[in-house]
């Protein structure tokens, strides 16, 4: 069965780096373009990034951009986000979550968790 | 910047009837941002419901559809049960590569 498993969570000082991954399994995951997704402590979904299936295309959302780099390695079916220069507003759950198609998100982990304070 | 809206809030009797929309602050939604929604419960990792508009994802009960109504994406719920009761999110897609959320809507089913 698909599974997403979240690591990689736990609390950061501002202005400090954190890097989190995704471990994809019972799917063939370099057929899929996957995303990061993020909700900050009791507010909604925000997307922050994808890395399509073929390597081609990778995107961020305007607040993570220059900051935050998606990347992954089909060889270890794993996805990861390097986050950079966090700041209080990048505390959220960090959700993994395959695209089916464009933007049929299908299958999610289950998040982990990242607090940036000091 | 784009900003995809939701109600906040709306409130549902058992049994009844209700629609969400999810519309764009500048334009029309259309087929093309591929709308799609999201049920989630606290503590929960969000659920597919809809994608491409109105079809359902596997396994979600055909109370659940989606369609276009005027300028905004709907999800529409026929005879609400009281596990419906969940924040509802839809997503678009911009073009360029830009994914956005809605805001998200509080259903309450009482």
């Known amino acids: 069965q698909v599974q997403l498993v979240e690591s990689g969570g736990g609390v950061v000082q501002p202005g400090r780096s954190l890097r989190l991954s995704c471990a994809a399994s019972g799917f063939t995951f370099s057929s899929y373009t996957m995303h990061w997704v993020r909700q900050a402590p009791g507010k909604g979904l925000e997307w922050v990034a994808y890395f399509s299936y073929d390597g081609t295309n990778k995107y961020y959302a305007d607040s993570v951009k220059g900051r935050f780099t998606i990347s992954r390695d089909n060889s270890k079916n794993t996805l990861s986000l390097q986050m950079t220069s966090l700041r209080a507003e990048d505390t959220a759950v960090y959700y993994c979550t395959r695209d089916r198609q464009v933007v049929h998100f299908d299958y999610w982990g289950q998040g982990t968790l990242v607090t940036v304070s000091s | 910047q784009t900003v995809v809206t939701q109600e906040p809030s709306f409130s549902v009797s058992p049994g009844g009837t209700v629609t969400l929309t999810c519309g764009l602050s500048?334009?029309?939604?259309?087929?093309?941002?591929?709308p799609s929604w999201y049920q989630q419960t606290p503590g929960q990792a969000p659920r597919s419901l809809i994608y491409s508009t109105n079809t359902r994802s596997s396994g979600v009960p055909d109370r659940f559809s989606g369609s276009i109504l005027g300028n905004k994406a709907a999800l529409t719920i026929t005879g609400a049960q009281a596990d419906d009761e969940s924040d509802y999110y839809c997503v678009l897609y911009m073009g360029s590569g830009i994914v956005v959320f809605g805001g998200g809507t509080k259903l309450t089913v009482l």
């Open positions: 500048s334009g029309s939604v259309s087929g093309s941002h591929y």
